[in-house]
C-alpha cells in the first residue's frame, strides 16, 4: 500500500516527534513498512487526522500521543516516521473523519 | 431471513443450529478490539465456569465457558484474542479469523457472534465491526463503557445505530454489571433460535482497509446521533501527576517498593503460617494412619509435596491482587511508559517490567503476568528470562549456604554484612543473567522485527472487587491445578526413588535407594564443581522445586530439615569446600530447578520446544557457572586471606 499520497519524502518535513506538549499537527503519511503502518492506522493514526501530542515518559521517550480518542504513546523512533502535513497547506478534502 | 448484501463475508447459510442435533453445543464468539472490555464481560457472563487451553498449534489462549441460559440449558462461550481487524497478519487474528470463518479444528463455527467496542472510542472501534458483519453471522453489538459514555457527556442513539448496522444493539457496562441481563437476553434468543439476522441500512465497505472502514464508521456514528464524549478529566489530572517528569518517577518508585515489599515481606508471615499448618496436619495424618508405606507417601511424598506449592499461594495471590490492582486502574500503562527506557537498554520494552519484578517473588505469577505483553517476541524473552530473578524458594537455600560458609562481619561499616553482601551479589548475579540472556535473545532469535512499541493509554478508572475477585480466583485455580499436578507427580516419583529397592519390609537408607544410585551415577558430572553424590540427590530431589534440597539434605544427614538447622550446616560444612559452597549457589541462581515454572512456561507458550530451550539453557549455564566458580574460589583460598571467611 502506498500511504504516501503527495510530495515525496521531504528532508525538512515535519514529524509527530517535532510536536510540543498541547501542539497538534495533521497526520500526511506514514514512513513505515506496511505492516507495521497498519497497526498504527488501526490505533487511529490515518492520514488526515488530527494528533496531539499530549505527555511523555521522563526523558522524553516514549511519548504519549492523543489520536482519534484515545492516547496512544510511541517511541521516538517510531514517532519520527509519522510525518506532519505542511502547515500551509490546506487539509485535504474527502477525509472528514470527525466522529 | 433477509437478502444478503455481497460482503467479503460470502452467503453463508444462517440456521442458527445447522446439523439440527441437541448433542452439538451452542457456540457463541465474543470478538472485540484489545482494551474494549472484552475480557470483564467474558467473566461476567461466565462466572467460574470457564476453562483456558491453548488454541491447536498456535501460543494464543483459548477461553472457553459456559453461560446459564436456562435452568437447564448451557451456550458454550468462546473468547477470542482482541484484534482490531480480520487481516491475519498477526497470530491472535488469524485465530480469530479461523474461528470466525469456522477453520478452527476443534472448535465448532460460532452459531452467534457478540461484538464488544468500546463506546467512548465509537469512531475507532467500529471499524472492526465492519468485517465482523460482513460475516453474516447473527451478531450482537455490544457497547461497554455505558457509565463512562454518560459520565463524560456522550451519546448515542441505540435504536439508530441497530438500524445502521442491521444487528441488535446493547448499551452496557461490564464493570457495573449495567446491561448485562441485555446480553444474557440475546445470548438466550440465539440458543432458542429466534434471532435472525437483518441488513443494515448502511451498506458495508467493500473494501476493507483502515481507512475507508474508518470513514465508514465515522458516518455510522454520525447517523446514529454519535457524541463522542469529552476528554477524561481526571485521567488528565491524574496523569499530569503520575507523568510529571520528577514526581512521576517518585511515585513509580514508591509504588514498586511498596508491591515489592508486600509480596516479599508481607506474605511472609501468611506464608510461614501455612507453612505450620500443612506440617501439622501431616503429622496429624500421619497419626491417623497406620505405619507403613501407604503413611509415607501419603505424608512424605503427597502432602509435604503440594504443600511445598501450596505455601506460596498467599504470596502469588497478592501479587496477583497488586497487579489486577494496577492493571485494572490504568496505571500499569503508566508504569509501563515510565520503565520503557530502561527495560529498552536490556532489548526488552516497559510492559516487560512487572512480570519481572514479580519474578522475584515467584516466576510462576510472574510468566503468567506476561500475558499483557502483546509482542509475541518480547513476551517470549520476558518469560525465557524470568526465572532467573531470585525467587523466594532460593531464598532459604541461599540463606542455608551462606549461613553455613561465610562468616558474619562487616563489609560496610554497620551498613552491610558479609553473609548480606553475599546475598545481595546473588541477587545480581541473577539479575546480570537474565540482562545479558534477554540481550542475546533481542538480539538473536526473538530479534523484534518491525513490530514498534505502541501502548495505549486507557482512562484511570476504580478497579471493581468483582473483576479483582474473579482475576484472582482464575489465576490462583490455573496455578494450583497446573503446577500442583506436575508437583504432585514429581513428588510421588521422588519419593518413590527415595523408597525403593524395599529391603525386608523396610525403605532402604538413602544412599541405597534408586536415589541414592542417580546420586552415584551423576557424582562424576557434577564432581568438577565441587560436588559429591549426597549433593547429587539434593539436585535431583531440588528438580521439583529449589527449596525442596534441605528437606532432602536433612534426610540424607539425619537433621531436621531446616535452615535454621546448626546441625545441618555443620553437616554441609563437612561435606563442602568452600569452592563446591559458592559453585552450589552460583548453580542455584542459573539453573531452572521448578516444575510449575516449567509447566507453566509449557502452558503459556503452547509447546514444549521453549521450556526445553529454557531447561537446557539454564542447565549449562549452572554448570558452567559452578565449574568456574568452583575453580576460581580454589585457585583464591589455597593462596589467600580468603580462608578468613570460613566459618569454622
Known sequence: ?????????????????????????????????????????????????????????????????????????LRRETAARLRLRDQAAPASPGVSLSA | MSECH????????????????????????????????????????????????????????????????????????????????????????????????????????????????DCTNLGRHLILAAPILSL?????????????????????????????????????????????????????GTAAGRIKIKAPLAELPILQDIPKCRTWAARIGEKAHYHAPAPPLWTRRLDSIFLHPLLGPVIFVVVVVAVFQTIFSGARPIMDGLQIAIQSTGAW?????????????????????????????????????????????????????????T?????????SFIPLLSAYACAVPAIMATRTI????????????????????????????????????????????SQSAALLSLYVLGFLAA????????????????????LEMPPYRWPTLTSLGLRLVDRSLIFLKRAGTVILVVAVVLWCLANVPYHNGHPPKIEESAAGMIGHAIEPLIAPLGFNWKIGIGLISSLAAREVIIGTLGTIYGMEGTS????????????????????????????????????????????????????????VLAWGGGFLANHIIHAMSSGSGLQAFLRF
Open chain 1, 1 to 73: 500500500m502506498q500511504l504516501s499520497f503527495k510530495k515525496p519524502a521531504g528532508r525538512f518535513a515535519r514529524s509527530l516527534e517535532d510536536l510540543h506538549p498541547g501542539e497538534e499537527g495533521v497526520l500526511d503519511r506514514l514512513d513505515l513498512p506496511k505492516d507495521v503502518a497498519r497497526r498504527l492506522m488501526e490505533l487511529g493514526f490515518l492520514p488526515g487526522h488530527r494528533i496531539t501530542r499530549a505527555l511523555a515518559a521522563p526523558g522524553g521517550d516514549p511519548r504519549v500521543f492523543r489520536v482519534d480518542g484515545s492516547e496512544i504513546a
Open chain 2, 6 to 117: 455481497g460482503g467479503p463475508g460470502g452467503v453463508a447459510s444462517l440456521e442458527p443450529s445447522r446439523d439440527g442435533s441437541a448433542a452439538r453445543p451452542h457456540v457463541i464468539a465474543l470478538v472485540g478490539p484489545p482494551n474494549s472490555g472484552k475480557s470483564t464481560l467474558f467473566n461476567r457472563l461466565t462466572g467460574l465456569r470457564q476453562k483456558v487451553a491453548n488454541f491447536p498449534g498456535v501460543t494464543v489462549e483459548q477461553h472457553t465457558g459456559r453461560a446459564r441460559v436456562e435452568a437447564d440449558r448451557e451456550v458454550m462461550l468462546v473468547d477470542l484474542p482482541g484484534v482490531y481487524s480480520l487481516e491475519a497478519r498477526s497470530e491472535d487474528e488469524r485465530v480469530t479469523r479461523d474461528v470466525l470463518y469456522g477453520e478452527m479444528p476443534g472448535v465448532p463455527r460460532p452459531d452467534a457472534v457478540l461484538l464488544i467496542l
Open chain 2, 136 to 188: 453474516r453471522l447473527p451478531t450482537l453489538v455490544i457497547l461497554n463503557m455505558a457509565d463512562d459514555l454518560a459520565s463524560r457527556g456522550g451519546k448515542v442513539d441505540v435504536p439508530l445505530l441497530a438500524a445502521q448496522l442491521g444487528a441488535p444493539v446493547a448499551l452496557i457496562s461490564a464493570f457495573t454489571g449495567e446491561g448485562v441481563d441485555r446480553v444474557f437476553q440475546y445470548i438466550q
Open chain 2, 285 to 341: 495424618l500421619g497419626s491417623l494412619l497406620p505405619e507403613g508405606l501407604m503413611k509415607s507417601l501419603l505424608v512424605d511424598g503427597v502432602w509435604s509435596g503440594v504443600g511445598s506449592v501450596v505455601v506460596f499461594l498467599p504470596q502469588i495471590l497478592l501479587l496477583f491482587l497488586f497487579i489486577g490492582i494496577l492493571e485494572d486502574s490504568g496505571y500499569l500503562a503508566r508504569a509501563a511508559l515510565i520503565a520503557d527506557r
Open chain 2, 343 to 351: 527495560m529498552r537498554r536490556f532489548g526488552l520494552q516497559g510492559k
Open chain 2, 374 to 417: 502483546e509482542n509475541k517476541r518480547d513476551r517470549i524473552a520476558t518469560i525465557m528470562i524470568a526465572p532467573f530473578m531470585t525467587c523466594s524458594a532460593r531464598l532459604p537455600v541461599y540463606t542455608l549456604i551462606i549461613a553455613a560458609f561465610i562468616r558474619e562481619r562487616p563489609v560496610l561499616g554497620p551498613f552491610l554484612g
Open chain 2, 435 to 454: 540482562v545479558i540472556t534477554a540481550r542475546v535473545l533481542k538480539s538473536s532469535v526473538l530479534k523484534s522485527g518491525q513490530e514498534p512499541f505502541m
Open chain 2, 564 to 619: 535454621q538447622s546448626v546441625g545441618l550446616q555443620q553437616a554441609l560444612h563437612r561435606e563442602l569446600s568452600l569452592g563446591g559452597a559458592v559453585a552450589l549457589l552460583v548453580f542455584f541462581a542459573f539453573a531452572m530447578q521448578c516444575m510449575s515454572t516449567m509447566a507453566v512456561v509449557r502452558r503459556e507458550t503452547g509447546g514444549l520446544k521453549w521450556p526445553i530451550i529454557q531447561f537446557s539453557y539454564m542447565t
